[in-house]
Nanobody, 118 residues
Framework: QVQLAESGGGLVQAGGSLRLSCTAS????????MGWYRQALGKQRELVAA???????NRADSVKGRFSISRHNAKNTVYLQMNSLKPEDTAVYYC????????????WGQGTQVTVSS
């Protein structure tokens, strides 16, 4: 099993920046990719950005040019740098990890609130 611990959420004004962190523990060798999802009030959870073990990244169209995802392998940590934040980015952000081909699983963090004021 893999456990995920998130940090870095908070309240920021529009145009500001935040960095979210997600640290994995447990069977980290079995992780194939990690990413960030978000869920706004009354909406479905959606993918924000993801990064594979090989370093390939994927981002939602709505955040391209503003958000970036990176990882620090030695710290087992994935970061989501969020710049030029908009009120519509307000949501609970969840860290996600999926297993590799040999060890399939899905793990979620507890979520961290990001609120962008106009």
């Amino acid at each position: 099993q893999v456990q995920l611990a998130e940090s870095g959420g908070g309240l920021v004004q529009a145009g500001g920046s935040l960095r979210l962190s997600c640290t994995a523990s447990g069977s980290i060798f079995s992780i194939g990719a990690m990413g960030w999802y978000r869920q706004a009030l009354g909406k479905q959870r959606e993918l924000v950005a993801a990064i594979t073990n090989g370093g390939t990244t994927n981002r939602a169209d709505s955040v391209k040019g503003r958000f970036s995802i990176s990882r620090h392998n030695a710290k087992n940590t994935v970061y989501l740098q969020m710049n030029s934040l908009k009120p519509e980015d307000t949501a609970v952000y969840y860290c996600n990890a999926v297993g590799n081909v040999a060890t399939p699983f899905v793990s979620w963090g507890q979520g961290t609130q990001v609120t962008v004021s106009s």
